[in-house]
């Protein structure tokens, strides 16, 4: 009898939980990208209307990120597609790939703004304050609705927590927006929008590094963030019955998928399948969900020379 078989109600409960939690977030994509292409809309004609390049600066800034949330649903999508010949794995690695695009983007928004922000201190230009702090009053909400749309989802999934990041910089660009506008209108000083950019866009590289390292290690098959495999091979070799573990290697299959190949060296093959789901229930508890084995015997010759 398997598992499942053996634990029918859990395992509905499972698929019941992980089919909600994918149609909350096709939900939350497709509500954020309407959003923010509606306030890109906004911004920009508020930007033709008053002559403030402040203003079509940000909504191109802000068309980015409409893309970058396409991007991500286009993830989301490609992560559900089914295996093919060709691709063994259907298009799972596509979302570390979106996710790495995705942070590379950010970075360049954020060369965009200090750019722009230098460029506004050297040459300081009027602004309507009024304006622009109403327009980024707007966006405040937007983004950050936007935001809370990703948040209880963020950690699961590096293209999720990309998409939150995205719409929280945006929020908080806002909010610097909307201080510096009410600080013109009141003082006259443009001096602030330069300064409030310069500090936004510091904010949001401290914030979107993270994204980046784990992304670039992903792409490049490191160990995901989270699983220590010294501490896992440890485990393993303490499973009764198991005498050495090598050759382990642990990669992902996604950004929410891992994997996991090693070779096992028994000292009885008659508890093979016992010794088996000890093992794979280890690599689970480590958060691999594939787990590939190879078993040895002591007196045999490992076949792979190197790792």
């Not at 499942?4 to 859990?10: I, R």
């Not at 390049?53 to 068309?63: C, I, T, V």
């Not at 690599?283 to 084995?293: M, Q, V, Y």
């Amino acid at each position: 009898m398997t598992r499942e078989s053996e634990h029918p109600h859990h395992t509905h409960s499972h698929h019941h939980a992980h089919s909600h939690t994918l149609t909350s977030l096709n939900k939350a994509f497709l509500w954020g990208i309407a959003l923010n292409a509606g306030f890109v809309a906004v911004e920009f004609a508020v930007g033709l209307w008053y002559g403030s390049m402040g203003l079509l600066s940000d909504a191109g800034h802000n068309l980015s990120d409409v893309a970058s949330l396409l991007l991500a649903m286009l993830a989301f999508r490609l992560a559900q597609a089914h295996a093919t010949p060709k691709y063994t794995y259907g298009y799972k690695k596509s979302t570390v790939l979106i996710s790495l695009l995705n942070s590379v983007i950010l970075l360049i928004a954020v060369g965009v703004i200090i750019a722009e922000s230098i460029g506004r201190m050297l040459h300081p230009e009027p602004v309507v304050g009024g304006a622009i702090a109403w327009t980024a009053g707007i966006g405040v909400v937007v983004n950050g609705f936007t935001a809370w749309l990703f948040l209880k989802d963020k950690e699961r999934d590096l293209n999720v927590k990309g998409a939150y990041l995205h719409m929280a910089a945006d929020a908080l660009v806002s909010v610097g927006v909307l201080v510096s506008g009410v600080v013109i209108s009141w003082t006259g000083w443009t001096l602030i929008d330069p300064i409030v950019g310069l500090a936004v866009a510091g904010v949001i590289v401290a914030s979107v590094w993270s994204l980046t390292r784990d992304s670039l290690r992903l792409s490049l098959d490191g160990v995901p963030a989270g699983i220590d495999v010294a501490e896992l091979e440890q485990r393993m070799r303490a499973v009764p019955g198991v005498q050495a573990v090598h050759h382990i290697h642990v990669w992902a299959l996604s950004t929410t998928e891992n994997a996991l190949t090693a070779h096992v060296v028994l000292a009885d093959f008659s508890e093979l399948e016992r010794i088996k789901r000890a093992l794979k229930s280890e690599a689970a508890h480590s958060g691999i969900s594939h787990a590939t084995l190879e078993f040895e015997t002591a007196s045999e010759r490992c076949a792979d020379l190197c790792d």
